[in-house]
Structures are given as C-alpha cells and as structure tokens.
Nanobody, 120 residues
Framework: QVQLVESGGGLVQAGGSLRLSCAAS????????LGWFRQAPGKEREFVAT???????TYADSMKGRFTISRDNAKNTVYLQMNSLKPEDTAVYSCAAALGPFTTTPVSYWGQGTQVTVSS
C-alpha cells in the first residue's frame, strides 16, 4: 500500500514558478515509478512527468524545458519544479505511482491532487 500526499499548489502569475511536493508512505515505495498528471477544467487528465527510483525521468513534450521532476528517496518524496508558468498550466496536479512506465502501466495509487492556478 502506498499513500501519496501532495502540497505546494497555489496561485501564481504567468511567468512565475511553483514547486509541488508529493510525500509517499509505504514500505514498497522504491518499487514504484512516481509521477505527475494534471487535469484542467473540462479537459482530460494528461501526463506531465515521471521518474524512476534511480532518477530516470521522462516528460510530456509540452512540459520539457519548463518543468523538472526530481525524487528524494531518503525522504520518500517526489517534486515537480514548474517554471515559466502559463495560464494554460492551470489545473489540478495529481501525484501517481505505477509499477512501470506510465504510458503502458495502469496507475496503482493516486494522491488527492493540488490546485495550481496561473493568472495572466
């Protein structure tokens, strides 16, 4: 069992930055890839980024260069640093854990989500 708790969302002006955190609990934490999805109002959930235990990361094309995912295994925490934020980045950002690549493996656990709002 893995529990995921996000924090760090909020309101920021366009061009600003936010860092999201996802604290994970559970003895099998290192087994899972962790990552982030987001869902904007009226839109489908979309993949943002993922990272393995060893630190290998992948990103959605639209986030490359602006978002950075990182992982502190000692703290069981994954981070999403978001820079140069745009109004279209406004969404609920959810942390997720899966046993394999997010593109081919169902998500096993979800966090409750944290709201990010970017004003123009």
């Amino acid at each position: 069992q893995v529990q995921l708790v996000e924090s760090g969302g909020g309101l920021v002006q366009a061009g600003g930055s936010l860092r999201l955190s996802c604290a994970a609990s559970g003895r099998t934490f290192r087994t899972y890839r962790l990552g982030w999805f987001r869902q904007a109002p009226g839109k489908e959930r979309e993949f943002v980024a993922t990272i393995t235990w060893s630190g290998y990361s992948t990103y959605a094309d639209s986030m490359k260069g602006r978002f950075t995912i990182s992982r502190d295994n000692a703290k069981n925490t994954v981070y999403l640093q978001m820079n140069s934020l745009k109004p279209e980045d406004t969404a609920v950002y959810s942390c997720a854990a899966a046993l394999g690549p997010f593109t081919t493996t169902p998500v096993s656990y979800w966090g409750q989500g944290t709201q990010v709002t970017v004003s123009s």
